[in-house]
């Protein structure tokens, strides 16, 4: 039996269908990086056993409360790195924002943190300013727009997107502006007089253009598969690819433990959808094959009969023939 070739369009349908399916199957979930699942920063190591009343005080008071979807309050007023007065709401209205608290003379976890985010937005092939706005919000007041001008040049030099100077903030304001943005946000931190250093949680938030709380993203370390996800879903779809859409049906987002996991029954459908596609154009492409086949076939006969040539008797055959039946005549009638 010959196979028929399936048209283009089908053919693409049908490839598209199966990679999906395949992508929603083999895709392992996220890579385990430093995810902060409770109040303790990431490098504190708690003991076997040892309870949380045991832990420092600073490290018992600090972490994320996941205010999803709350509007963060957007006329809250800083000053960005060039000293101008701006308000929180001058970075939102048209697309995502990846917004990270750190203060710029930390020793050792912000920095961490930012140098997390900026890898990780390295890896994406989303672009800054048209597809999300980064902002750095100073939680120590007195951080000065000398000091985040100097933090931004270091890291525009080290993100060297087009379009990353204009589109990544850093700012600072006064100590009532940092405890409005950060009550709302969930960010809890405290001054550990023993330290000379504030105690915080480490991670990134997401929130959707007008301002909402999207996604968190805990640790130091963030999957670019994470935060492309996230920023896809805080622009809810308007950001990314149709691939983006369908394979964040597959994955589901963890508000425990703010990471991105395979959602096993959404995969499942789309693997048994994909299979019955691929079966319906498999029959759909044997039956036309088998009917072009047979067309083709008939044509054939039609044409070999009306092609076929006559029987013509030899004339001398016909001749012998007719002596033999005379001779035959002539014999009967003389014996009558």
């Not at 709302?184 to 938030?205: M, N, S």
């Not at 909402?212 to 809810?236: D, H, K, M, Q, T």
């Not at 149709?242 to 964040?248: M, Q, R, V, Y």
Request: some cysteine; overall charge positive.
């Amino acid at each position: 039996m010959k196979i028929g070739i399936a048209a283009p369009g089908a053919t693409m349908h049908m490839r598209h269908g199966l990679l999906a399916a395949a992508a929603c199957l083999l895709i392992a979930a996220p890579p385990a990086t430093a995810q902060m699942t409770g109040s303790p920063t990431v490098g504190y190591k708690q003991q076997p056993g040892m309870t949380s009343a045991t832990m420092p005080a600073p490290l018992r008071e600090i972490g994320f409360d996941q205010n999803l979807d709350t509007r963060v309050p957007l006329d809250t007023a800083f000053k960005d790195e060039a000293g101008g007065a701006v308000t929180l709401g001058d970075y939102f209205g048209t697309r995502p924002v990846v917004m990270v608290f750190a203060y710029y003379d930390c020793p050792m976890l912000c920095t961490l943190v930012i140098n997390g985010l900026a890898s990780a937005l390295d890896v994406l092939s989303l672009e800054p300013g048209k597809d999300f706005e980064i902002v750095t919000v100073s939680f120590d007041p007195r951080d000065t727009p000398a000091t985040a001008a100097a933090k931004k040049a270091a890291y525009i030099a080290r993100y060297k997107r087009p379009g990353a100077a204009a589109s990544w903030h850093f700012l600072t304001g006064e100590q009532a502006s940092i405890d409005r943005l950060t009550r709302a946000a969930g960010f809890r931190y405290v001054w550990d007089k023993e330290t000379k250093q504030f105690a915080h949680p480490t991670g990134v938030i997401v929130l959707t253009p007008d301002g909402r709380l999207a996604r968190y993203l805990f640790g130091i370390e963030y999957g670019p598969r994470a935060l492309r996800y996230a920023i896809v879903e805080a622009s809810n779809g308007k950001v990314g690819s149709a691939i983006d859409s369908l394979l964040l049906y597959c994955y589901h987002y963890d508000p425990m433990t703010g990471r991105y996991g395979v959602a096993i029954m959404r995969a499942v459908r789309i693997a048994a959808a994909a299979t019955v596609l691929a079966l319906g154009a498999f029959i759909v492409v044997m039956v036309r094959s088998e009917k072009r086949r047979t067309a083709r076939g008939s044509t054939r006969s039609s044409r070999a009969g009306d092609a076929r040539p006559q029987l013509v008797e030899h004339p001398g055959l016909v001749e012998g023939r007719g002596r033999v039946k005379g001779r035959g005549l002539v014999e009967r009638r003389a014996e009558n």
